[in-house]
């Protein structure tokens, strides 16, 4: 009797223990998000699911009072009615649930060392994904994640233009997306480290979570999600001393630095600019306007510049043919001859501006040889003297009219005007049309 006793407790303290660890290894909530959200909202994103684990991540979320964004993989979803219900069960928890394309397949091959994905593999990729989220009760995903970050401008582009806006997993250091790293089997305390305190990565130091945060996890996996998992409660803990908050909610701009943000809407009123359009031209020669024909190293190229009449609005708009490259840039920017001051706007030190411009053309945009397009901006300093200020990230081809936008960094002390262009450095061309300037 007391053997038998005795074997029954020792079986009761073995079910104990093993319950402990499942609940401990499950990421179980101790401390639920409990706080003001003075300090800002941070969106958690989770990839490559759903999973075997994905379930877990789901219940652990709800119980530490997280929201987030799931980028799920179109195959997956297809691949069993378990896994449909799965995307059901997240979106009824108030989950968003986006795009992570149908397979995985890497963009440029960057990572896979697979062969590029053509303009029609992307569009499949990307609609065979939305296809199974709406299949499964969702609706059609308007944000996209690319396996691996493997991105550029141009294929992008072809995203945006199926209506897709880009969610990155990572970025520049200063672009506020954390990635935890969790894929790379790292423990759960390290994970948690790199998302509150933040980390070092190729010589650089990425900071941790703050207001507007994207961190960028994965639920699709198998040991390093239930480390993801682990890693939880000890980040919400850090945002409870923080008072930070989640988010199922992407910021605007979530393109990490690497390809140019989407550019928002022209201004209707307020455009700083004279002769935005173009329309009006000078006596001789092909310039508009208060515009100027440049280029730094030009005798290193050979280019040619026209007026057409394919136009983004209006019966003008300014193209420029480059050729014979070795070195150097053409652009067509706002004046800055001396003779010209009164076409440019008055500006105020500290500010911030945006700037657009229509775009379309044809260049190389891969490889090491590849044709670089991009805003160029300049200010005027209080001496006088043009000074050059910042580019943006690199645009892409576009056989159709394309809007492209760039916000300055505050505009240094004792500037007194600014000019910008679209740049091309490289062999190609380039037609722009309808430009416009606002402070902000």
Not at 213 to 225: A, F, L, P, R, Y
Not at 273 to 293: D, K, S, V, Y
Not at 397 to 415: E, K
């Amino acid at each position: 009797m007391k053997k038998t006793l005795w074997f029954g407790l020792l079986a009761l303290l073995c079910c104990a223990a093993a319950l402990s660890f499942e609940v401990v290894s499950a990421g179980a909530a101790t401390a639920p998000l409990d706080n003001d959200c003075s300090g800002g909202y941070v969106a958690f994103t989770f990839d490559d699911g759903p999973g075997p684990n994905t379930p877990a991540v789901l219940r652990t979320l709800q119980a530490l009072h997280l929201t987030g964004t799931f980028f799920v993989s179109g195959n997956k979803i297809d691949a069993s009615p378990a896994n449909a219900q799965v995307i059901r069960d997240e979106l009824q928890a108030g989950f968003s649930v986006q795009n992570h394309t149908y397979d995985h397949a890497s963009f440029t091959g960057a990572s896979s060392g697979a062969m590029p994905l053509s303009d029609s593999q992307i569009t499949d990729e990307l609609v065979r994904t939305s296809d199974a989220v709406v299949n499964a009760g969702g609706v059609k995903p308007i944000l996209y994640r690319p396996p691996y970050g493997d991105i550029n401008a141009y294929d992008d582009l072809v995203a945006q233009h199926l209506g897709y806006r880009i969610v990155m997993p990572w970025g520049t250091p200063t672009a506020n997306i954390v990635d935890s790293q969790d894929w790379t089997g790292i423990s759960p305390a390290a994970i948690a480290a790199n998302v509150d305190q933040g980390y070092t990565k190729n010589g650089y130091f990425y900071p941790g979570i703050k207001a507007d945060s994207i961190v960028s996890m994965h639920d699709g996996e198998d040991q390093t999600t239930m480390n993801t998992i682990q890693a939880l409660q000890p980040i919400v803990n850090y945002m409870n001393t923080k008072h930070l908050c989640s988010t199922n909610v992407v910021r605007p701009d979530a393109t990490g630095g690497v390809v140019p943000a989407p550019a928002p809407p022209e201004p209707t009123t307020g455009n700083l600019l004279q002769n935005p359009a173009l329309e009006t031209l000078r006596l001789t020669g092909t310039e508009p306007a208060c515009f100027q024909q440049a280029g730094a190293g030009t005798a290193g190229n050979v280019a040619n510049w026209t007026l057409t009449t394919d136009a983004h609005s209006g019966l003008v708009a300014e193209r420029i043919d480059v050729t014979n490259w070795t070195s150097g840039d053409r652009k067509l920017v706002l004046t800055q001859r001396a003779s010209e001051q009164g076409c440019l706007a008055a500006v105020v030190p500290g500010r911030t501006y945006s700037m657009w411009a229509w775009y379309k053309g044809s260049w190389n945009y891969s490889g090491p040889s590849a044709t670089k397009v991009s805003f160029a901006t300049y200010y005027r300093n209080a001496a006088g003297a043009w000074v050059y200020w910042q580019s943006s990230p690199l645009l892409a081809p576009s056989a159709v009219w394309n809007l492209a936008g760039f916000t300055s960094a505050p505009l240094p002390a004792g500037a007194t005007a600014i000019s910008f262009g679209l740049t091309i450095t490289g062999p190609g061309s380039l037609t722009t049309d309808d430009y416009a300037l606002a402070a902000n």
